[in-house]
Each structure stands twice: as C-alpha cells, then as structure tokens.
C-alpha cells in the first residue's frame, strides 16, 4: 500500500490550494482518511478527518470556514480544499488512511508529506 500526497507549493496570503492523497495498492477497504500537518518546531496537528460515508469527524477550529476535506472512494483519493490561506498555515501536510489489505490486515498508512508555504 501507499499513499501519495501531491498538490503543495507556494502561494500568498488569501490565496488557496488543493491537497490531493491517493492510495495504491491491495486495498480491500478504506475507512477513515485524514489531513494533519507539521510547521517548522512544532508537533503535528490534526487538520480534519472524514469518514469513509463522506462526513467530517474532526476539523481544527483554526481552519474552519476556510479549509474542507472531501472524498473520492472510486479513486482512493481524499483532497483537501485549502482557500482563504494564512501565513500561519505554513507547514509539511501529510495523509492517512485506516486501510484493509486484500490480506484482511488493518493499518493507519501515511503519505510522504507535501509542503505548503503562504508567504505574506
């Protein structure tokens, strides 16, 4: 399995990006997919979560009304919407999902992780 992050760079304040995460490989099932992310000294945080039915579990309270996750289960893929963006927003973002292999094994896998950078 893995998973692939794509969809960073640089962009200005107010600007807005699109994150996408897609899974590969013998996946039997995909439950919970999820955006956290890293800035520079601090510890990873939890961005939002959604569900495998389409809802949204957990958003942080610093990004709502301006980021929004969303799923496509036929292509593996969760993305997240990133508008309104804030130099405060800097960081590594990275992906996981809580995946069942056609082995019947259940893991959270991770993405390798995408820089974003909002420059003022």
């Known amino acids: 399995v893995q998973l692939q992050a794509f969809g960073g760079g640089l962009v200005q304040a107010g600007g807005s990006l699109r994150l996408s995460c897609a899974a590969s490989g013998s996946i039997y099932s995909i439950y919970d997919m999820g955006w956290y992310r890293q800035a520079a000294g601090k510890q990873r945080e939890l961005v939002a979560t959604?569900?495998?039915?389409?809802?949204?579990?957990n958003i942080a309270d610093s990004v709502k009304g301006r980021f929004t996750i969303f799923r496509d289960n036929a292509k593996n893929t969760v993305y997240l919407q990133m508008d309104s963006l804030k130099p405060e927003d800097t960081a590594v973002y990275y992906c996981?999902?809580?995946?069942?292999?056609?082995?019947?094994?259940?893991?959270?896998?991770w993405g390798q992780g995408t820089l974003v950078t909002v420059s003022s």
């Open positions: 996981n999902a809580d995946i069942t292999q056609l082995t019947w094994r259940r893991t959270l896998w």
């Open positions: 959604i569900t495998s039915g389409g809802s949204i579990t």
